[in-house]
């Protein structure tokens, strides 16, 4: 869909009890893994192995997946479009119900204390309370660029974070071909490799005594610790990335333009470089 200067910008309309639930989601999924982290690096510092593989995959599962899935059909179910017009605003939402709000009614505009879902836009009426849908907007500038005068809220420190995020992180399918699928399959590749050296005398000997299932299962067995480690350290220094940046953003627009940049590219290096370097290193050691 092409956004001209007046729209229609995409968001995703939220009624209170909505966004409560995509919060509640939002914060299900950061707690777990902020949770198997620490407990991966409690076993790192401590060189132990007490957080097994298996029921480390089936907390993620419950506390990761179906919460992402369940966040990502409410987002499916909230879509919208706002149009910027001389007179007002206009939300439509997917079921073509619309909502015109002149600016007569329009007080103020509020980024979201928290960007949870995500980030987002609080219209606040003049009758003194909040217009019912929140607008939850991954890059709010445009939208408030279009207002002219009305979107002062453009330089609330918020909305430079947001929009700093949204141009410097964007996910495309091969970014996550390549490292949710290509990274670990390649490392996972060279230890399964050396594993099977070592244990069955060449690269197909347990193929070969054992037959495909046991084969692929010890593959499965190398991979998926692999890629939880990964996965887990990637978390870590995207929250730490994430932490830096936002604080960045109430020093002006260069500053949150600038280190998202710089956070973006550490966040590469360290998980394409420094990660499987370090993991290689504690496993083969």
Known sequence: MTVDAS???????????????????????LGTLCFFTALLFKDVLAGTQTLRPEPLATGLA?????????LHL????TRATVTVRPEGLVLT???????????EALESIHPWRLPIPGPGLT???????????????QAPMPLLAAMGSRGEARNDPRVRYAQARSEKWRRRWYDQALKYGLVPGVLAGIFFRAHQYI????????????????YLTSFMRTWLPVFLALLLFGCFWRALAEALCFSAAWLGPRWARNVRIGAEWSCRALYYVALPVFLAVRLLG
């Open 93 to 103: 939402q997917q079921g073509g119900a619309h909502f015109e709000i002149p600016y």
């Open 199 to 214: 244990s069955f005398g060449g690269p197909f000997g347990e193929l070969q005594m054992y037959g495909w299932t046991a």
């Open 7 to 29: 729209g229609p910008f995409p968001v995703h309309a939220f009624t209170p009890r909505l966004r409560a639930v995509g919060a509640l989601l939002h914060a299900v999924m």
């Open 62 to 70: 419950v506390g990761g997946v179906l919460p992402f899935i369940a």
């Open 123 to 137: 219209l606040r009426l003049r009758t003194g309370r909040a217009f019912d849908h929140g607008l939850e907007i």
């Open 74 to 77: 409410l987002r499916l179910g």
